[in-house]
C-alpha cells in the first residue's frame, strides 16, 4: 500500500539490553547515515493514514503478552553491514498475529519471511563488514535480551520520530 506517512515497528528491548548494542552501532555505523539508536524491526512501512487502527491492533496484542526472553544468537552478515540474529518464538507469534491483521498494507518487505535482528554497521564496503563480522563472530556467546514492548515511529526521511509505544503487561506470565 502506498503511504505518505509510513510508520514502522519495532519490538522494544530493554534499555540495559540495547545498551551494547547501541555502542557497536556507534562505533561502526557510518556515522553520516547514523540517526538511530539499534533497533529490532518487526514492519519496515505501516501506513501511516491508519494510525488509530494500527495502535489498536498493537494495544490488544499487548494487552495480551508479558515481557519475555528472546536469544541473541549469533553474529548475521548483512553484505554491507553486519547484525545479529534475534530468536524467540513469542517475537514469531507476535509478528505472525499482526501480519495478518496488517496483511492489506504490507509491501513486499514485510511479506518476505521474516528474520529478527539487531543491525549496528550497515552501508559500508563489503571488505569492511566481512572484517567485523570476523571479528565479532571471534568472542560471540549466545545471550538473552528481554523484550518489553512495541514502538511505533513515523520514519521522516532518514530519522525517525516516536509516534507510539507501549508496555507488555507484566502480570501476564513471562516467559
Known sequence: MKTNKPLILTARVAEVDLQPFDLLRET???PERNFLRAHLTMFHRLPGE???????SLQSVADHQGP???KVTGVRHL??????SIESPELISIRDELRKVFINW???Q???TWQPHI???NKVAPARADKLYRE???GFQMHGISITGLDLWRYLDGPWAAEWATMFDARQHAS
Open 106 to 108: 504490507l509491501g513486499s
Open 28 to 30: 561502526h555505523f557510518p
Open 136 to 138: 565479532l563472530s571471534e
Open 79 to 84: 553484505g554491507m553491514g553486519v547484525g545479529f
Open 119 to 121: 543491525t549496528i554497521q
Open 68 to 70: 519475555f526472553t528472546a
Open 110 to 112: 514485510d511479506m518476505r
Open 50 to 56: 491508519y494510525v488509530k487502527r494500527i495502535t489498536g
